[in-house]
Protein backbone atom coordinates (compact mmCIF):
# COMPACT_ATOMS: atom_id res chain seq x y z
CA UNK A 1 0.00 0.00 0.00
CA UNK A 2 1.01 2.98 -1.11
CA UNK A 3 1.15 6.65 1.08
CA UNK A 4 -0.75 8.22 -1.57
CA UNK A 5 -3.26 5.65 -1.56
CA UNK A 6 -4.37 6.49 2.00
CA UNK A 7 -3.37 10.25 2.89
CA UNK A 8 -6.04 13.04 1.77
CA UNK A 9 -4.46 15.72 0.41
CA UNK A 10 -7.10 18.07 1.18
CA UNK A 11 -6.47 16.99 5.33
CA UNK A 12 -2.67 17.54 5.13
CA UNK A 13 -2.05 20.62 7.46
CA UNK A 14 1.65 21.55 7.14
CA UNK A 15 1.43 24.32 10.00
CA UNK A 16 -0.70 22.80 12.85
CA UNK A 17 -2.07 25.42 15.32
CA UNK A 18 -2.78 22.77 18.14
CA UNK A 19 -0.32 22.57 21.32
CA UNK A 20 -1.81 19.93 22.85
CA UNK A 21 -2.19 16.35 22.28
CA UNK A 22 -7.07 16.21 22.08
CA UNK A 23 -6.60 19.77 20.13
CA UNK A 24 -4.10 17.98 17.81
CA UNK A 25 -6.32 14.80 17.17
CA UNK A 26 -9.22 17.19 16.36
CA UNK A 27 -7.24 19.29 14.16
CA UNK A 28 -6.59 16.37 11.73
CA UNK A 29 -10.29 15.20 12.15
CA UNK A 30 -11.38 19.01 11.16
CA UNK A 31 -9.36 18.68 8.32
CA UNK A 32 -10.62 14.67 6.86
CA UNK A 33 -14.24 16.32 7.48
CA UNK A 34 -13.42 19.82 5.64
CA UNK A 35 -11.57 16.92 2.88
CA UNK A 36 -15.08 15.84 2.71
CA UNK A 37 -13.69 11.94 3.75
CA UNK A 38 -15.25 12.27 7.14
CA UNK A 39 -18.87 13.35 8.21
CA UNK A 40 -19.73 15.89 10.35
CA UNK A 41 -21.51 13.83 12.26
CA UNK A 42 -19.06 11.22 12.92
CA UNK A 43 -16.56 13.56 13.91
CA UNK A 44 -16.84 13.53 17.66
CA UNK A 45 -17.28 9.56 17.77
CA UNK A 46 -13.72 9.52 16.27
CA UNK A 47 -12.61 12.03 18.72
CA UNK A 48 -13.85 10.26 21.94
CA UNK A 49 -12.06 6.61 19.92
CA UNK A 50 -8.75 7.78 19.35
CA UNK A 51 -8.80 9.54 22.30
CA UNK A 52 -9.58 6.57 24.52
CA UNK A 53 -7.00 5.07 22.39
CA UNK A 54 -4.47 6.85 23.43
CA UNK A 55 -5.39 7.32 27.00
CA UNK A 56 -4.91 3.14 27.02
CA UNK A 57 -1.53 3.46 25.43
CA UNK A 58 0.27 6.31 23.26
CA UNK A 59 0.69 5.83 19.65
CA UNK A 60 3.62 9.01 20.09
CA UNK A 61 6.30 7.13 19.11
CA UNK A 62 10.10 7.75 18.98
CA UNK A 63 11.81 10.71 16.89
CA UNK A 64 8.59 12.94 17.53
CA UNK A 65 6.32 11.10 15.55
CA UNK A 66 2.74 9.69 16.32
CA UNK A 67 0.09 7.94 15.09
CA UNK A 68 -2.97 8.55 16.22
CA UNK A 69 -5.95 5.91 15.19
CA UNK A 70 -9.60 4.03 15.49
CA UNK A 71 -11.28 1.64 13.17
CA UNK A 72 -14.58 2.14 12.33
CA UNK A 73 -17.98 0.51 10.39
CA UNK A 74 -18.15 3.53 8.53
CA UNK A 75 -14.98 3.42 7.05
CA UNK A 76 -14.87 1.61 3.90
CA UNK A 77 -10.93 2.34 3.28
CA UNK A 78 -8.14 3.48 5.24
CA UNK A 79 -7.32 7.38 5.14
CA UNK A 80 -5.14 9.43 6.94
CA UNK A 81 -4.64 13.59 7.82
CA UNK A 82 -1.15 14.29 8.01
CA UNK A 83 -0.14 17.07 10.74
CA UNK A 84 3.28 19.03 11.16
CA UNK A 85 3.70 20.85 14.34
CA UNK A 86 5.94 23.44 14.77
CA UNK A 87 6.16 23.87 18.42
CA UNK A 88 5.91 20.56 19.31
CA UNK A 89 2.82 18.27 21.16
CA UNK A 90 3.60 16.12 23.99
CA UNK A 91 2.12 12.89 22.99
CA UNK A 92 3.33 11.23 25.91
CA UNK A 93 6.03 9.44 23.16
CA UNK A 94 8.04 6.45 24.19
CA UNK A 95 11.05 8.54 24.04
CA UNK A 96 9.40 11.32 26.25
CA UNK A 97 10.13 14.28 23.52
CA UNK A 98 7.89 16.13 21.93
CA UNK A 99 6.16 14.99 18.43
CA UNK A 100 6.27 16.92 15.65
CA UNK A 101 4.81 14.87 12.94
CA UNK A 102 1.23 13.21 13.16
CA UNK A 103 -0.03 11.00 10.78
CA UNK A 104 -3.98 10.45 12.03
CA UNK A 105 -5.39 6.89 10.60
CA UNK A 106 -9.35 5.68 10.41
CA UNK A 107 -9.66 2.22 8.76
CA UNK A 108 -12.49 0.11 8.49
CA UNK A 109 -13.83 -2.54 11.27
CA UNK A 110 -14.09 -5.11 9.10
CA UNK A 111 -10.54 -4.96 7.40
CA UNK A 112 -8.64 -5.30 9.60
CA UNK A 113 -5.44 -6.09 7.33
CA UNK A 114 -6.09 -3.22 5.62
CA UNK A 115 -5.74 -1.23 8.96
CA UNK A 116 -2.37 -3.91 9.10
CA UNK A 117 -1.63 -2.32 5.64
CA UNK A 118 -2.19 0.86 5.93
CA UNK A 119 -0.67 1.28 9.60
CA UNK A 120 2.88 -0.65 8.16
CA UNK A 121 3.16 1.97 5.11
CA UNK A 122 2.89 4.57 7.24
CA UNK A 123 5.50 3.62 9.89
CA UNK A 124 7.93 1.96 7.45
CA UNK A 125 8.38 5.60 6.15
CA UNK A 126 8.15 7.35 9.55
CA UNK A 127 11.09 5.09 10.65
CA UNK A 128 13.49 6.63 7.92
CA UNK A 129 15.84 9.44 9.18
CA UNK A 130 15.18 11.09 6.19
CA UNK A 131 11.43 10.98 5.80
CA UNK A 132 10.99 12.21 9.04
CA UNK A 133 13.34 15.06 8.73
CA UNK A 134 11.28 16.25 5.43
CA UNK A 135 8.37 16.06 6.79
CA UNK A 136 9.36 17.72 9.77
CA UNK A 137 10.44 20.56 7.42
CA UNK A 138 7.45 21.04 5.26
CA UNK A 139 5.80 24.12 4.81
CA UNK A 140 3.51 23.93 2.55
CA UNK A 141 0.96 20.98 1.28
CA UNK A 142 3.17 20.44 -2.12
CA UNK A 143 5.96 20.09 0.01
CA UNK A 144 4.21 17.20 1.92
CA UNK A 145 2.41 15.84 -1.14
CA UNK A 146 6.13 16.02 -3.18
CA UNK A 147 7.76 13.85 -0.11
CA UNK A 148 5.12 11.34 -0.27
CA UNK A 149 5.05 10.73 -4.05
CA UNK A 150 8.99 10.70 -3.67
CA UNK A 151 8.92 7.97 -0.42
CA UNK A 152 6.33 5.97 -2.33
CA UNK A 153 8.87 6.04 -4.94
CA UNK A 154 11.49 4.41 -3.29
CA UNK A 155 13.31 8.35 -3.10
CA UNK A 156 14.00 8.90 0.10
CA UNK A 157 16.95 7.24 1.43
CA UNK A 158 17.04 5.70 5.47
Request: charged residues 25%.
Amino acid sequence: MKLRDIVVEKAIVPNMVALKRDDAIRELLDALVASGKVSEDLRDGFVKAIIARENKGSTGLNHGVAIPHTKSASIKSPMAAIGVSRAGIDFNALDKQPVYSIVLMLSPEAKPELHLEAIQAVFSHLSKDQFRRFLRQATTVKDVVTLLDEADAGQVAR
